[in-house]
């Protein structure tokens, strides 16, 4: 054929390739690092329950919803706004998604870097014979370190950069598909080695048994926070995922898969983690440290432990890899479009910026900038705070409100029902979630989380 072939967007090959990508971004350190310690901070099997009936009920339809606006836009998440809605300033939404993704990988990336430190002490064997307090102060002085995290940090945010920088089908798809079955596989070695424990039972029961005494107002609320942390919502990776999608691929079933998978990763996460705890004796609410200090204390008291400990911080980091690949994804698809620059330079020039941010939230964690503070929060806590508990409510309420009442009913239809080939029979439930319960449920947890509404 004669003539010049028009650019085609670069998209997702294969339905395993959609899927390794978006659970791939799911599946982070919400669902490893934080889904276990909000569990033992919640009263267990009860906060478990709520967190399904969330994820089901308020984060599938908001992901049917982002995956619909990216592939019907064909752009990135302000571009795709733009298409459908040239004259309304539904736009903005997406500008509060990029400003999201900014701050969520300079924070997220700084815990990022500390799995590559925790890899680094598993291959050295440095928590051999020290008793938990020199672990926990082992942990304390490395984030108060005015260089090591920094330099992990920027390791990381390297490492994102080359993954992204080669392309959605030959970058992120490629490594995605790689890394998701890793994940898996090193996931339920971890777990055959936890429930053989001797009293393992113990954490079993504490993961799966719900006590509803437990329940109260804040307790649901964190349910319904982690639920849209934990499955990418609010700030357009979803839109941005979507519009790389095929025509010919099922939304709706795509939606529920990566919740699914996201969410059986968190429960096997629990079940690999707790029964150890219990088996050993400790606390389970042991807040942000679970992960860095009590499993490092678990493992240098275990048969084995050198070894399982090297795959548990492996698993860590690729849990974090594949989620801030589409945090940094958010980013470089909105700048190499709207401003035609290369990929490769909006790859470069993002990640200046991001490592620049992410080391003044490091350095604001017990660093040199640790006193520096507004509105009483450092500036880690301002950008997780101003990100996660703001933003992404704020960010998934329009979203849904967009598509249950701006897009248009043509548009909504011929997304979900792939132009009509799909019969398409639970659209009037999506549709109902879509614009009254989700809302309603989210302007809940947002006024409680700017403090207008306090549940228990
Ligand atoms: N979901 C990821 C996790 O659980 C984090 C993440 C990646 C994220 N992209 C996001 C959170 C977009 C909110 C919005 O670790």
Redesign the pocket.
Known sequence: MAGVTPPIRDRFGSKFGIIAAAAG???????IWKFPYEVGNNGGGAFLVLYLVFVFLIGVPVMISELAIGRNGQKNAIGSFKAISPKRPWFLVGVIGIG??FM?FAF?GSVAGWTLEYIFQSVKNGFAGKTPDQLSSMFDNFVANPFRPLMWQAIFVVLTASVVMAGVKNGIEKYTKILMPVLLVIILILIVRSVTLPGAGAGLNFLFKPDFSKINGSVILSALGQAF???????G?MITYGSYIRKNDNLGVTAVQVSVADTVIAVLAGIAIFPAVFAFGINPSKGEGLVFVTIPNIFQQMTGGYFFSLLFFILLAV?ALT?TI??LEVIVAYFSEEYKISRKKATIYSSVVILFIGALCTLSNGGILANFKILGLNIWGLLEYTSADIL?PLGGFFIVVFVGFFMGRKRVKEELTNAGSLKGKLIPVAMFLIRFIVPIGIALVFLNAIGLLKFG
């Open positions: 971004s799911a599946v982070g350190l919400g669902n999201a993704a969520i997220y942390f934990s499955l990418s919502l609010g700030m990776t849990a989620s589409s945090l992404l």
